[in-house]
């Protein structure tokens, strides 16, 4: 069971998201708060990262939809640590 009062369904935190494919930079105006970088090894599918703080789950859940409709892969999805 989830207890709904966990300060981390409403706090801000940093996110990591890492798609399959080439998502263009300028996603970043579109995705607010997360910078947008592209890394394309040779002979490697291109990945895309979205990276930074995110307002809450909502919003998280939000940006996942977003990749989904445009029909993107989602490889990670990483909470990462916060300092304390």
Known sequence: MVNSTDPTM????AYLIR?????DPSWTEHFDY??????APIGQT????????VPDQAALIGILHELHDLGVTVLV????????
């Open 19 to 23: 798609v399959s494919g080439w998502l």
């Open 77 to 84: 999805v990483e909470r990462l640590s916060t300092p304390g």
């Open 10 to 13: 409403s706090s801000p935190a």
């Open 34 to 39: 997360l910078a947008v970088t592209v890394s």
């Open 46 to 53: 291109p990945e895309t990262t979205l990276c930074g703080q």
